[in-house]
C-alpha cells in the first residue's frame, strides 16, 4: 500500500483496525469515509451560520453569491469562522490551566486532600514571577496568593497577562507595536466571540490580529499558567525510562487507561494504582497487579513525570479497546470521540467520565472535584479490578518499544550542564542546524502518524534537533526516535551532540499545553544570542493536525516569532487576501509565517530551507 492509501504505518494500528472490523466495530475511518465528499464551502470557510438570517454560503467560483445576508464578504466570513477556531481553542488549553489553578487554591486552604506542592522551588520561583512575597512564609499560603494573582491574569484588572514578561524584550515590543500584547485570558476569547458576532468587527485584518492577541493569551497565558502549575502540583519532569504502543497493555494485570488532558485526575488514579490495600485485592482477584497506560495527553502528563508508559495517541482510541484487555478507561476532557462508548460496549471495558464538564454517551459519569478526587480514585479503580474477572479473548498484538519521556526545559538545560551555551555552541558551530518543535494531533484525512515520522525523520537525518508534544511524541516514540541508540538515525553533527549528552535525536516535551515549554526554551536561545525569536534556527510544525486548540497552538507560535508548518489546510481557502497575510504577510507583522504542505517530505525540504534563511541572518555559516 502506498502511504496516502494506507490507514495507519504503525503495526499495532493496522493489527488492532483489523481485529476491530472482525468484532464489527465502527471507527473513525468508517465514518470519515462515510462522510464524503465532504462539504467544499465549509473546507473553504466559506460557509457562515453566526445568525440566522443565514445560513449563508459564499460561492467561490465567482457565479453565486458572493456576501452573506448581511453583506459579509468572503474574507469577512473566512476571518470570522477562523478567529472563532482560535477563539475556542484557546478556551480549551486556558480552562484546563484555570483546573490546576483552582486545585493550587483548594490545596492553601486544606480543601484538597492527596494532592500537595511537589515542587516548593519552582512555586517561589512562579511567585516570584507574580510579586508574590515568598520570604518567611509557608508554602500552603504562598500558593494561596499565586493562585489568586493567576486568576487575576484570566480577568480584565490587568493591562497585560503577567507571563508575557517571559519572552525576550524584542518580542514584547513587536507585541506592543502592533496592538497585540494580550491582556487577559478570559478577555481575550471573549472580545473574539463579540468581534465575530454579526455586525461587529468587519474588518478581516483587525479580526485576525485579534485572533494573534486571543491565541497569544493563550500560549504566554492560559496554557503555560495549566504547565507552571502542574509542575508545582506534580512535580518537575525530568528524562525516565518508559514504553509504549498498545504492547504496553498486560494479559495478566488490570489495564486502566486514562484518557484526556488534565493530570488533576489521572494522578490521583495513578496514585490509587499503587495503594497497598488495592494492590492486594487485585492479587486475590487473580492479577499480577494493577497497570496504568495512556492514551492522548493526560497520559503524557504521567510519562513525564513518573515514567507512566503511553498505548497510542489520538487515532488509537478507540483501537486500543479492541484489544479486550481493557478494564477501564478514565477520561476527563479534550479530543474523547464521542464514539469510544459504543465501542468499549463490544468489549467487557469499564468506562467512566470524571469531569462536571464533559460526560459522553455510553460512560459511567464519576465526578471528580478537588475535594473527593482522593476517594474517588481508590473508589474507581476498585472497580476497574472488580471487571478483569470479565475478560473474555484478549487481543495484544505487539510487543512494547522503550522510550525516554520527560524532558522540562529544566532538564534540558540541567543535561547542558546549566546553561544553553553548549547547544548555542552547536548550533553556531553547525553541527546543530536547528530545530523544530513538532506538535499535534492525528487526522484520519492522512495515514496515521505518517506525517509526524516521515517528517522527523528526514530533520534528524539533517542535523535538526527534534522536540515534540502530544500525539506527535507517541508516534515518535513508537517509531523508536526516543532511545540514545536512535543517534544512529540523526546526521553527523546531531549524533555526536546528542551522543556526548546521552539524550536521543528528538526529546519529548510533553502534552499539548506544554508546547509552552517551547516558547520558553526559544526564549531562552534568542536571549543568549541577543536576539528574537524570529531570528532563531527553529520552526515548529502540526503535520497531522485537526483539532481548535492545534489552530490556537499555531496561531501563538507564528505571533510569537516561529514559522510553523501546518499539514492539513486550515478552512481559508475561501479568501485570497487570508491565505496571502498568513502564509507571507504576517512576515512584517510578527516575522514568521504559516506554510501549509501535506506531504512531509516536501515539508522537511521547507521546513530545512526556513533554517537556513534564519542561519544565514545571523551570519552563522559565513
Ligand atoms: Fe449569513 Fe451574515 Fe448571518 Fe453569517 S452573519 S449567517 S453571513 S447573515
Ligand atoms: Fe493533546
Redesign the pocket.
Known sequence: LTPDKQISITSDGIKLLKKAKEDNIETVWDRHDAQQPQCGFCEMGLS?????????RIDPFGEGPQT?????DADI?VARNLCRMIAAGAAAHSDHGRDLVEVLEAISEGKAPGYKIRDEAKLKLLAGEYGVETKDRDALSIAGDLAHSMMEDYGMRRKKVNLVSRAPIQRQKVWEKVGITPRGIDRETSEMMHRTH?GVDNNWQSLLLQGLRNALSDGWGGSMIATEVSDILFGVPSPKPTMVNAGVLKEDQVNIVVHGHNPVVSEMISLACQSPELLEKAKKLGANGINIAGVCCTGNELLMRRGIQMAGNHLMTELILSTGAVDMMIVDYQCIMPSIGKVASSYHTRMISTSDKAKFPGMEHHEFHPDNAQKKAMTIVEMAIENFANRKELFIPVKPQEAVGGFSVETIINALGGTADPLIDAIKQGKIRGAVGIVGCNNPKITHDYGHVTLTRRLIENDILVVDTGCVSVANAKAGFKVPSAIEMAGPGLKEICGALGIPPVLHLGSCVDNVRILVLVSALANALGVDISDLPVAGSAPEWYSEKAVTIGVYCVASGITTHLGPMPPVTGSKNIVELLTSGLDDVVGATFKVEPDPEKAALLIRHHIEKKRAGLGLDA
Do not use: D, F, S
Not at 48 to 56: A, K, L, N, W
Open positions: 457562515c451560520r453566526i445568525c440566522i438570517m443565514g445560513p449563508c452573506g445576508v448581511c453583506g459579509a466570513i454579526m
